[in-house]
């Protein structure tokens, strides 16, 4: 019994010492390609209209957004707004819907494809400062929220776009990178862009699918900016104002019965004539642009469809010849057909060497452009700037 007991006793005592054996796994540090992110590809539109500049992005995996790229190229190239100002964006392609509000947007549209619902934004800032300048810090701080480095290009890259209905010179921006974590890094110097709708940074920061833009001045203020709305922005009160650049000084002679119109930042003198029934439109705008590509945009928005060369040729052949400011210009009359609801443009052209073009445009019904041709004659050569 004795020898039993000892037995017992080892064999407890050998039972709680015992260690269970230690299990190793393999995990592996590189995640398999099926769940890898892949590139992410952002497409941007800026389209100036009137004292706002508009924006239109959508992003996300680049093989989904390649399935929807020329598609969002021609909707906003087929933009028009409205009499408030803003774009009308139906009636919308088949499989796109308009999405909830969300901050900092004028609206959201939700884009279905085969690979991922895509998210496309429309967004607006006041217009400020130089343009080219206006478009490089934009385009720079979307390349942020795909960790891409500033670019030393014009627009950072961006191309010119054809939008007949914008008041000056639309950017196109097509980017493929990875989506930086916080959206893309904080201006240098923060200031009142470093928490604005595409600072992409800071606590506040909507993210990398952000769709607004970064303000290149003190223009923005409140729900528009992102903050709280306010008569300011907090930091802005150092910033000097581009009053000059915006705004230099034009001379002129305002013909009988011209009345003021709808006023802008981007325009230097805006006019409407003609009958309170029939008004037509005059507006006195610098952007850029070659004269054959505006001629043949001006064409198409009368006719509602791209001219022949031919056509273009002979508009090109036609031109008056005038001298505006010192500088020769080329004035172009289409006449669009009133039983077709078509308008008229009168628009001339003033090249400035090392400048911008100055764009003198009426736009309105035939007749209405027809009677106004004298008077509009008399303050193209009154004009001075």
Request: with cysteine; aromatic share 8%.
């Given at each position: 019994?004795l ?20 299990v190793t ?7 398999p390609?099926q ?8 497409l941007?539109?800026?389209v ?9 992005k ?10 929807v ?25 088949e ?6 509000d969300k901050?900092?947007r ?7 494809t085969?690979?991922?619902?895509l ?5 607006d800032?006041?217009?400020f ?6 478009v ?13 480095e ?7 890259g ?17 980017l ?32 990398p699918?952000?769709p607004?833009?970064?303000s ?6 409140g ?5 709280p ?17 915006a705004?230099?000084?034009?001379d002129?002679?305002?013909?009988d019965?011209w009345?003021?119109?709808r006023?802008s ?5 805006s ?9 037509a439109e ?24 791209p001219?022949a ?46 400048q911008q ?29």
């Amino acid at each position: 019994m004795l020898r039993l007991t000892v037995l017992f006793g080892c064999l407890l005592l050998a039972g709680c010492g015992s260690e269970e054996g230690v299990v190793t796994y393999t995990i592996p540090t590189e995640v398999p390609e099926q769940l890898a992110p892949g590139k992410q590809r952002m497409l941007g539109a800026i389209v100036p209209r009137g004292d706002k500049v508009w924006f239109f992005k959508v992003m996300g995996p680049e093989k989904a957004v390649e399935l929807v790229d020329d598609q969002f190229r021609q909707f906003v190239q087929g933009i028009q707004f409205g009499e408030d100002g803003n774009p009308v964006l139906e009636p919308l392609p088949e499989t796109w819907r308009r999405g909830g509000d969300k901050p900092m947007r004028f609206a959201s549209i939700d884009i279905n494809t085969p690979k991922k619902q895509l998210d496309l934004s429309v967004s607006d800032l006041p217009s400020f400062g130089t343009w080219d300048d206006y478009v490089k810090r934009n385009v720079d701080r979307w390349r942020g929220q795909l960790s891409l480095e500033p670019s030393d290009e014009k627009w950072s890259g961006g191309q010119p776009l054809d939008v007949p209905a914008a008041e000056g010179e639309s950017v196109w921006v097509d980017l493929t990178g990875e989506a930086a974590a916080g959206g893309g890094g904080m201006m240098a110097g923060g200031g009142p862009f470093s928490a604005g709708p595409f600072s992409g940074g800071g606590p506040n920061s909507p993210g990398p699918n952000s769709p607004g833009p970064m303000s290149p001045g003190p223009v923005a203020s409140g729900a528009a900016a992102g903050g709280p709305p306010s008569s300011a922005i907090p930091g802005a009160g150092n910033l000097p104002p581009a009053t000059d650049a915006a705004q230099p000084k034009v001379d002129f002679e305002r013909p009988d019965g011209w009345r003021d119109g709808r006023k802008s930042m981007m325009r230097w003198a805006s006019f409407e004539v003609g009958g309170e029934d029939a008004a037509a439109e005059v507006t006195v705008i610098p952007a850029l642009g070659e004269v054959r590509d505006n001629v043949a945009r001006w064409m198409g928005q009368v006719a509602g469809k791209p001219p022949a060369d031919e056509e273009v040729d002979k508009m090109l052949a036609d031109a008056e010849s005038l001298t505006i400011s010192g500088f020769p210009a080329q004035r172009f009359v289409i006449e669009g057909d009133p039983e077709q609801g078509q308008k008229s443009i009168d628009a001339t052209m003033v090249p400035r060497p090392g400048q911008q073009t100055v764009f003198i445009k009426m736009t309105g019904p035939p007749e209405t452009v027809a009677e106004q041709s004298d008077a509009m004659r008399t303050f193209l050569k009154s004009l001075s700037f």
